[in-house]
């Protein structure tokens, strides 16, 4: 990008460098503005954002730098995001400039206990676990959300107090707003905390081994794959007149042919375009592996394309970059918003989805040209053949030469009585269901609803197993309504109502109460 000539000084700039606290700092965050390619409107609302700053700043008893922490202005930067979004962004762009140029310490004072707690479990992560730097990252964002529904950051806390029924009332919580394998993926999150506070004898009990699991079944969806026809109306669909639209066209295009994530395209160098050779350098963000892909001359032509009428003139050897300030290289999230946005505005009934919906459909678009699966996976970069054979699910068609053909003789009138009469839904003896109460009555009932909420929170439907659990409820209110414990007796004596049924059945029924009892005594 341009850079722009830098500021006159002006009398605006003189008053600008007599403030307290950044005073002497102005000359140099204006030419670090001008670097970044801001225009001189902006560097111009950048300064004056200054001056709100500190009125900001002198409330809160800030007087000199030196009295200033990166944690002060992340402060005051929610504080303007919340009341004035027009000085938040200025206030953000100094705390940028500030730690690059290591003006203010991370944190002045003693460091909060959750943050330092949250500091040495993502250190023990890094050096233990050898966990990658983005998995850490993502761990420690779901226990902070773990954290703030206990409200640890507003009172003190030790986890020595805590509980199993407080980590299950956060998944009841959280499965509000989150798929099965998110929930999977908080329940690991919270077991390796656990793990980790029980090791270092903080917690009294293993709670990691009382958290139950929850359910995901493997390869129960089929790839988010669209049709390759469909691929190219939406490439055909986006407008490329604007060097943001050629931008994200090249960007979509490359993602589509070589099945690359969101990460690849984003940190594609010039330095890995090799023009002699006709090759594409990846670094698989995955695997850390680098693979290299033959540059076709459609592809070769849609590049020279954008280098020439789209990307910025610039020293930065990123392939794709921001268009506005501060320029930069793409984030990843940047491509996810443009393909949302290109397939928005393409008018096409597609899903909005990422890089790996593109994925899937070179996938199953080379498995229909009769590609081997091998070669399938060193495109996509797999290591192993049980990661590109997902795919072989989307061939259909493929799959209707190997299906066992219909029985051509009809089932007979014996048959379809047989079939009826063993599956027809007979009614129980004893307690009949339009008998029992639609909700828990009985002294555990409070137990039984959240259990029963748990459960479901973990991907179990719990479609017929509440039912049964109404019937041992109702058992309960009527022969020990005053029974706070079950004592084998009881057990026993609820047992007798079942002998009408087959002992699979039976079991089944006597499991499902007793994973109950053992859920309500576990704090008891």
């Known amino acids: 990008m341009t850079t722009h000539p830098p500021l006159k000084r002006s009398p605006h700039r003189q008053a600008l460098g007599n403030l307290p606290i950044f005073g002497s700092l102005v000359e140099h965050y204006t030419k670090w503005l001008n670097q970044r390619g801001y225009r001189q409107s902006s560097v111009e609302l950048h300064l004056s954002g200054l001056r709100h700053l500190v009125r900001w700043l002198h409330r809160k008893r800030y007087r000199r730098l030196e009295e200033l922490d990166v944690a002060g202005l992340m402060s005051a930067y929610h504080q303007f995001n919340r009341d004035n979004h027009r000085i938040a962004g200025p206030v953000r762009s100094l705390l940028y400039f500030l730690k690059e140029r290591k003006v203010i310490p991370e944190r002045l004072g003693p460091v909060p206990p959750l943050e330092a707690e949250q500091t040495k479990y993502g250190a023990y992560m890094s050096e233990v676990r050898g966990l990658r730097r983005t998995t850490i990252s993502g761990q420690l964002r779901r226990l902070r959300l773990f954290f703030q529904f206990l409200q640890l950051d507003r009172r003190p806390f030790s986890f020595q107090n805590l509980r199993l029924n407080q980590v299950e009332a956060y998944l009841r919580k959280a499965a509000r707003s989150n798929c099965r394998v998110s929930m999977h993926r908080i329940v690991c999150c919270l077991r390796g905390f656990l793990r980790f506070k029980y090791a270092e004898g903080q917690l009294l009990r293993p709670l990691h081994r009382q958290l139950a699991a929850p359910r995901v079944c493997q390869m129960e969806t089929l790839p988010r794959a669209v049709a390759w026809s469909k691929i190219r109306e939406l490439l055909r669909s986006i407008d490329c007149s604007e060097p943001s639209g050629l931008r994200d ?22 330095d890995d375009i090799n023009w002699r050779e006709r090759t594409l350098q990846i670094l698989q963000t995955k695997s850390g592996q680098v693979i290299h892909l033959p540059l076709t001359d459609e592809a070769a032509n849609v590049l020279i394309r954008y280098l020439r009428e789209s990307r910025p003139q610039t020293k930065q050897r990123h392939l794709f970059l921001k268009l506005r300030a501060p320029s930069g290289p793409l984030s990843p999230y940047a491509f996810h918003n443009a393909l949302r946005r290109c397939i928005r505005l393409s008018g096409l009934e597609l899903k909005p989805g990422g890089s790996h919906m593109l994925r899937h459909s070179l996938a199953t678009h080379l498995l229909h040209q009769g590609v081997g699966v091998k070669t399938i996976g060193d495109t996509l970069g797999h290591r192993a053949i049980q990661s590109t054979s997902t795919y072989l699910r989307l061939g259909v068609e493929e799959l209707r030469d190997v299906a066992l053909p219909m029985p051509a003789k009809t089932a007979t009138r014996s048959q379809v009585d ?21 909700r828990f009555r009985s002294r555990f009932a409070r137990a039984l609803d959240n259990y029963v909420q748990l459960r479901r929170a973990l991907g179990f439907r719990y479609v017929s197993e509440a039912p049964n659990l109404r019937h041992w409820d109702y058992f309960m209110r009527r022969r020990f309504p005053k029974a706070r414990r079950v004592s084998a007796k009881m057990f026993d004596a609820w047992t007798k109502q079942l002998s009408h049924l087959k002992p699979l059945i039976r079991r089944r029924r006597q499991c499902l109460v007793r994973n109950f009892l053992l859920f309500n005594a576990r704090d008891g």
């Open 418 to 438: 047989w079939w009826t009469s063993k599956h027809r839904p007979r009614m129980r003896s004893g307690y009949q269901n339009r008998h029992l109460p639609s």
């Open 249 to 270: 066209f090249t960007m979509i295009y490359l993602a589509a042919v070589y099945g690359l994530r969101q990460s690849e395209v984003t940190s594609v160098t010039l």
